[in-house]
């Protein structure tokens, strides 16, 4: 398996920890997933306000859950932003 693939069954891996066999994530879930395994690209979320403003950013059908394809938005846009500061450690 590439190291892409193993990127994608990693995120796969931690939505389900988190949501688990309902494959949805209430705000709490939510939280406690960013704070433990984004740390390093998201910083900690004390403030319900802005655990407020997230998800309802993130959840798209108002249903008051993140199913996986609400989640996978998080994804992108944490590894959109953290694009820049990776290429410019990677440039020689």
Do not use: P, R, W
């Amino acid at each position: 398996m590439s190291e892409l693939e193993k990127g994608m069954v990693t995120i796969i891996k931690a939505f389900h920890k988190y949501s688990g066999h309902k494959c949805k994530l209430k705000k709490a879930e939510l939280k406690e997933l960013i704070n433990k395994e984004m740390s390093h690209f998201i910083q900690s979320i004390n403030e319900n306000e802005t655990l407020d403003e997230l998800f309802a950013d993130l959840d798209q059908n108002g249903d008051l859950e993140i199913d996986f394809q609400e989640f996978i938005t998080l994804i992108a846009m944490v590894t959109s932003a953290c694009h820049e500061l990776f290429t410019g450690l990677n440039k020689t």
